[in-house]
T-cell receptor
Framework: DQQVKQNSPSLSVQEGRISILNCDYT??????FLWYKKYPAEGPTFLIS?????DKNEDGRFTVFLNKSAKHLSLHIVPSQPGDSAVYFC????????????FGTGTRLKVLA | DAGVIQSPRHEVTEMGQEVTLRCKPI?????LFWYRQTMMRGLELLIY????????DSGMPEDRFSAKMPNASFSTLKIQPSEPRDSAVYFC????????????FGPGTRLLVL
């Protein structure tokens, strides 16, 4: 039972256009959400996060949107660059003390030059 | 400043053999996490330690898996006996405190059990 789901295993976008990566979760107790980026042969690196008290968080070209009622979050990358080509994992956690991150299965983004 | 160090980077072994994966967290970090990445299940948390003490091992698949953290700068994940279904990439991550948003991941160990 995947509590965090990334239903699109892959996505291709033209350079300069917007990339939208989606993530759904099932547990309404999650109150903190993160996106990690992973290049081949490297470990995941933290990209951006959002608390459940917000519905949007922006950092440069990256924006994460949270829709709590739909249990859905998305990562927008504008404009997309070839260097953004990687696997993106979304993760969810509780801040009540378990400190566990539940990761999705990842979406492979390919930005075409 | 060295990041999380994992060894070996690649391991090929035969079914039934013991496998030991090693991790050195970032100095000063007191929380350490072991994850497994597979295509089907993505990144799964196996176990995490806080101040060298195992806090949650509910993700450990079965008794064949064990993890230790004898001191703040070293942890091992052992599989005995190994099985082909254990083939995956195993990541170690550390953070300053459990719950801090940024977990820093090592490069991973790619394990293939034949």
């Amino acid at each position: 039972d995947q509590q965090v789901k990334q239903n699109s295993p892959s996505l291709s976008v033209q350079e300069g256009r917007i990339s939208i990566l989606n993530c759904d979760y099932t547990n309404s107790m999650f109150d903190y959400f993160l996106w990690y980026k992973k290049y081949p042969a490297e470990g995941p690196t933290f990209l951006i996060s959002i608390s459940s008290i917000k519905d949007k968080n922006e950092d440069g070209r990256f924006t994460v949107f949270l829709n709590k009622s739909a249990k859905h979050l998305s990562l927008h990358i504008v404009p997309s660059q070839p260097g953004d080509s990687a696997v993106y994992f979304c993760a969810a956690s509780y801040t009540s003390g378990t400190y566990k991150y539940i990761f999705g299965t990842g979406t492979r983004l390919k930005v075409l030059a | 400043d060295a990041g999380v160090i994992q060894s070996p980077r690649h391991e090929v072994t035969e079914m039934g053999q013991e496998v030991t994966l090693r991790c050195k967290p970032i100095s000063g970090h007191n929380s350490l996490f072991w994850y497994r990445q597979t295509m089907m299940r993505g990144l799964e948390l196996l176990i995490y330690f806080n101040n060298n003490v195992p806090i949650d091992d509910s993700g450990m698949p079965e008794d064949r898996f064990s993890a230790k953290m004898p001191n703040a700068s070293f942890s091992t994940l052992k599989i005995q006996p190994s099985e082909p279904r254990d083939s995956a990439v195993y990541f170690c991550a550390s953070s300053r405190v459990a719950g801090e948003e940024t977990q820093y991941f090592g490069p991973g160990t790619r394990l293939l059990v034949l």
